[in-house]
């Protein structure tokens, strides 16, 4: 693809999203009810519990309505565990990846998803049109640094710590069909201390993980968030 077709692609990508998030903002003004969640992972599934714990100590009004997995994993179990709404869908297991996107949001619209959250997801998942601006990722580094295809869980930490950063930290942004590259809602830091581990590095990141995605959740229900040329731009309470 030239340059003007990529950049006519982030354009539409861009009104996209500007057009769903105008949509839910009018939703969660209206409706005052817990916004409706649908958490796509593919692992251990510590950032849905941790959505959990803040929905059940009612710091963040919302309700996980479904959990998709890309295959067999901790985080399904813990799902069952928690009485939630369970699917597997094995990526690979699907003849390719529109027929696996097409079930993904096939799942999601019948759950009445109006928030998708990505929580270590792995697979790729193609968001149609109708789910832009409605699906955000959390990534454990301050983008666009240490972003892009390969860049998930302890690759980031590693690299970050073999760059010699002195801050890294973690972000909340809405999802692009793009790899990493959507516009960015939340970022904490936290330093990179002498003689840090990826595992050390990575539980100091999860802390602020814990804190910032409730945090643009929470934006988001409020109906708190818009998008201008591509930056998130937050109303005040």
Not at 124 to 134: A, C, E, F, L, S
Not at 141 to 150: D, E, T
Not at 175 to 193: F, M, R, W
Not at 198 to 226: H, K, N, S
Request: charged share 25%; glycine share 12%.
């Amino acid at each position: 693809m030239g340059g003007g077709g990529k950049e006519r692609r982030t354009a539409l990508i861009a009104g996209g999203i500007r057009a769903s998030m105008a949509r839910m903002n009018d939703t969660a003004d209206r409706s005052g009810g817990p916004l409706r969640l649908g958490v796509l992972l593919s692992g251990g599934g510590r950032t849905l519990l941790n959505l959990l714990d803040e929905a059940r100590a009612g710091r963040l009004n919302a309700e996980v309505a479904v959990v998709i997995a890309s295959r067999d994993c901790q985080g399904v179990e813990r799902s069952r565990d928690a009485g939630l709404d369970v699917h597997v869908v094995p990526y690979k297991q699907m003849p390719d990846t529109e027929t696996y996107s097409a079930r993904i949001a096939e799942l999601l619209d019948a759950a009445k998803a109006d928030l998708v959250c990505l929580a270590g997801f792995l697979s790729m998942w193609i968001i149609p049109d109708r789910y832009q601006g409605r699906v955000m990722n959390i990534h454990p580094a301050l983008l666009p640094s240490f972003g892009g295809k390969g860049m998930w869980g302890h690759h980031v930490h590693e690299a970050v710590l073999a760059a010699g950063c002195k801050v890294s930290g973690c972000t909340v942004h809405f999802v692009t069909n793009e790899y990493d590259a959507g516009p960015i809602v939340v970022q904490k830091a936290v330093a990179v201390v002498e003689g840090d581990t990826p595992d050390a590095l990575a539980a100091r990141v999860f802390e602020q993980e814990c804190l910032a995605y409730p945090e643009a959740i929470r934006l988001f229900g409020e109906g708190r968030l818009r998008i201008e040329d591509r930056a998130v731009r937050v109303s005040p309470a």
